[in-house]
Structures are given as C-alpha cells and as structure tokens.
C-alpha cells in the first residue's frame, strides 16, 4: 500500500467519474459547441454569481489569464509573500503580463486590509501602477490556511476606493467553503474574477475555471487562445467537473477531519517543533533542528509514505480523495511508532 500524500493531485479519477466522462456530449469547443463544458461554465458561474465562466486546462493558466486582464505592462500586483502566482507559476506574471509583485508580509498567506493600503504605489509617474489585489483562499504554502470573510469584505472596500481590480486564487476555495460553511455567491459578490481548480481536493484529472462578469471577461477566451489553451472535445474534461461538483464537495470534510487528527499525532512527536493550525486539509510541520529533514522524508518513503518539503525545514502532508480509511490508519501507526 502506497501513501501518497503529497498533494491532492495525485487523485485518479473514479469509476464513477470515469463512467461520467464516458457518457459525455462533446463537440468543437474552438466553435463553443461542446455542450459538456458550456453546461459546467453555465453552472459554476451561476453558483458564483457571475455573469461568464471560461474553462481552462489548469489553474495556472487560469490566474495568468486573470493577471493579463486586469493589468498593462509595467503594472503592479499585490499579493502575499506565499503567494502561488509568484512563486509556483514560473515567473508568468512579468512573462506573460510584463507586471511585477508586490508583496506583503502575511500571516499564513494572509494579510490585511491596512497592509494593502499601505502597498498601494503613490501615483507619481516614476512608480509602477498598482492595479490589482490578489487574495488566495485557502493558502497552498499557508498550510490550507482560511481567510477571515470580514477581512475580505475589507479589502474589496480598499480596492473600491483605490479603483483596483480583485483576483481570488481559489485552487482551493473548495475547501474553505466547506470548511468555513460559507457559499461560492459570497465570494462572487466580492471579487472582479475567481479562478478554481477541479484537479485538487475535487479529484478530477485536468481542469480549471475563471469567472467574471461580461465586462472583464469578454477578453478571457482571446487571452486563453494566446497563452495556448484553446481545446477541442474538452467536454470529456468537463464531464469530470460536473461529477465532482456533484458527489466530491461535501466530503471535503473527511478530507479536513483526517488531515487535523495526522496534526494532533504529530504535535506530540519529539522530533516536531511545530505544527501549523490545520483548517482544510493541509498539514504543515516543522522538524526540531537536529532531525535531518532529508533523511526524514526519506524514512517515511522507505515505509511507502511520500510527503515534500515546503523548503525553510518544513514539511507538507495533504489529505485527498485517494487516500483511504486503511491508509490512515496505517500512517497514524507509523506516526506513533516515531
Ligand atoms: C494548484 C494551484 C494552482 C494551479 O496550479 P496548476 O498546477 O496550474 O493547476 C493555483 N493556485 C494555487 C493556490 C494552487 O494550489
């Protein structure tokens, strides 16, 4: 038995998924005649709130679209220190944009209201243009950290006032709606454009989805055309979407129930310094300084448990889909012989 936990990616998709694929309609997407994949743009946009959804192959692409859209050249993002479209997208943002990062010191990939206002370039012409705020929810290198909605609801006021564009990272908004028990309308309400992801905690192979308003979003799918995304009989990937939406979302919560009791093991370890506090499904710990953090994953992987380094000592389990009531407890008995 192999305990992947890694990431919530390395989910397959399952029977059921599969059968769903199987049985999807599909036609010429490029002609926006796939009636699969314009059923799920209809559908997230919808629970959002939002007037258009545009499909993706990958959450990446998702965000980089979002970043040309509310940006010229020369502009400026702010955005967390943790932030994944500054640090896990490949320098896209002055790649593909030609923009730059500002970044806040956060908590979590978390930060404030305040902090954004005081990120804001003056509007002399020798800075860059701020033009947009970019919140992620949860926070992947954050440890599937949850944002207070109150400072949300802060920040969208700054941007008001600041004439800002609002991006939402939500990879993992999943989660947080099930954790948080809040609704997807809530964030559509707030934000300018939303990217999710279907290939995380949903376990679908491959997809992604932007939402916004006709306005902004009336660019997306020429964007989307020159980043290369552009698909064809992509339904059978949208099938997969329209499947998880309907049985993969509410268990999220097993996902977030399993990943608090491996903290609670691992609190208790000698060779632990420290766990972050688990709210989705995301354990972050650091080791003591004498534990080798190679050798560390190492012995694990030996025992057939994969888990990465986060780099700075420390170290990443996420919960998914794929791993089962056995592999749990197979871990929390390896965890508790440590
Ligand atoms: C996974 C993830 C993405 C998208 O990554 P892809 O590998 O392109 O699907 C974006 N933002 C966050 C926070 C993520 O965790």
Same mark, same amino acid.
């Not at 947009?132 to 008001?160: H, R």
């Given at each position: ?6 990431? =919530? ?13 199987? $049985? ?30 545009? #499909? #993706? ?39 593909? /944009? ?16 305040? $902090? ?30 949850? %944002? ?7 920040? *969208? ?16 908004? %999943? ?13 559509? &309400?707030?934000? =300018?454009?939303?990217?999710?992801? #279907? ?8 997809? /992604?989805?932007?939402?916004?308003? /006709? ?14 995304? &552009? ?64 050798? #560390? ?31 749990? *407890? ?9």
């Amino acid at each position: 038995m192999t305990i992947d936990l890694r990431s =919530d990616t390395v989910t397959k998709p399952s029977k059921g998924m599969l059968d769903a694929m199987m $049985q999807a309609k599909v036609g010429d997407d490029v002609f926006r005649e796939d009636e699969t994949i314009n059923k799920l743009e209809v559908k997230v946009a919808k629970m959002f709130g939002k007037e258009r959804a545009l #499909f #993706f192959p990958s959450g990446t692409m998702a965000n980089q679209t979002a970043l040309k859209l509310h940006t010229k050249p020369g502009d400026q993002v702010i955005c967390d220190k943790y932030a994944h479209i500054y640090n896990y997208e490949s320098g896209g943002a002055s790649f593909n /944009s030609g923009i730059s990062c500002k970044l806040i010191d956060g908590v979590r990939g978390m930060f404030t209201a305040k $902090q954004v206002e005081e990120a804001i370039n003056p509007d002399a012409y020798y800075y860059s243009k701020t033009s947009l705020v970019e919140v992620e929810n949860t926070t992947n290198k954050g440890g599937g950290a949850c %944002w207070d909605f109150d400072e949300i609801i802060k920040i *969208n006021e700054v941007c008001k006032n600041n004439n800002l564009g609002y991006h939402l990272d939500g990879a993992r908004i %999943w989660n947080a709606l099930v954790a948080k028990n809040e609704t997807a309308m809530q964030y559509g &309400n707030l934000f =300018d454009t939303i990217s999710v992801c #279907f290939s995380k905690g949903l376990g679908c192979p491959v997809g /992604s989805i932007l939402v916004g308003n /006709s306005e902004i979003m009336n660019d997306a799918i020429r964007i989307r055309k020159i980043f290369g995304g &552009n698909m064809r009989q992509a339904g059978y990937l949208a099938a997969a979407g329209l499947y998880a939406l309907q049985y993969n979302l509410d268990r999220l919560k097993e996902d977030h129930k399993r990943a608090k009791e491996i903290g609670e093991k691992l609190t208790n370890l000698s060779v632990i310094k420290h766990v972050e506090p688990i709210e989705t499904n995301i354990v972050i710990f650091e080791l003591i300084d004498d534990v080798d953090e190679k050798l #560390f994953v190492k012995q694990l992987a030996d025992k057939n448990i994969h888990i990465i380094s986060m780099g700075g000592r420390k170290l990443r389990m996420v919960t998914h889909l794929d791993y089962t009531d056995a592999m749990h *407890n197979k871990l929390i008995e390896v965890i508790n012989l440590i």
